[in-house]
């Protein structure tokens, strides 16, 4: 989805930028241009003065122009965090010992990893994301762990069940992984 919307928006973007570079570039080498089109002479500005300040008295002007500008501005951003994120395997392959391989899922494998962590003591909630290659996944790994557990355990247990079932399940050489482990938020606990 992201490789599609990249293009399109790029496409657009080099399409409008080359016909405007283009009719400006014909305007100002004397070539004929439509009579609609502002700019029709070397010596002609592309906006005039006129143009330019033709709605600057209306009380709509100033809130529409701030809104539009601050609509592009929210989408420029979405687009670079977009950009930034990682992106989510869709599907595994799986090596079926016959030489043609299986494609597996990507979210059946992160869910049933989540599943089987969240089986495991002490861990209140797992979200498990696929990123790589098909042939090579990683995994990031994200567990919230109750009050009582220990991070070191519940590491080990990630990585030698969850992680390696997952694993020798899709047949692949490697799963490596990046873990961040959090507490779930508590109060404190009295002593007496």
């Not at 570079?21 to 070539?31: E, I, P």
């Not at 609509?71 to 670079?80: E, Q, R, S």
């Not at 997952?166 to 404190?188: F, G, I, K, T, W």
Request: proline content about 4%; hydrophobic content about 55%.
């Amino acid at each position: 989805m992201l490789k599609t919307v990249n293009r399109v928006l790029l496409g657009l973007a080099g399409l409008l930028l080359f016909a405007l570079g283009g009719a400006v570039l014909a305007a100002g080498l004397g070539l004929s241009v439509p009579s609609w089109w502002p700019f029709d002479g070397k010596g002609d500005v592309l906006l005039s003065e006129a143009a330019r300040t033709r709605w600057r008295d209306d009380g709509w002007w100033w809130p529409t122009a701030i809104a539009v500008l601050a609509v592009l501005v929210l989408l420029a951003l979405w687009w670079l965090l977009a950009q930034l994120r990682r992106a989510r395997l869709a599907e595994v392959l799986v090596d079926s010992g016959d030489g043609e391989g299986a494609l597996l899922r990507g979210r059946a494998l992160e869910g049933v990893v989540a599943s089987e962590a969240m089986l495991m003591d002490g861990v209140q909630r797992a979200q498990v994301r696929l990123t790589g290659r098909r042939d090579a996944p990683e995994a990031r790994v994200g567990l919230v762990l109750e009050a009582h557990a220990e991070p070191a355990q519940a590491l080990a247990g990630l990585t030698h069940e969850a992680l390696a079932h997952a694993r020798d399940s899709a047949a692949l050489p490697a799963l490596p992984a990046e873990v961040r482990l959090r507490a779930v938020r508590h109060r404190a606990q009295r002593v007496t």
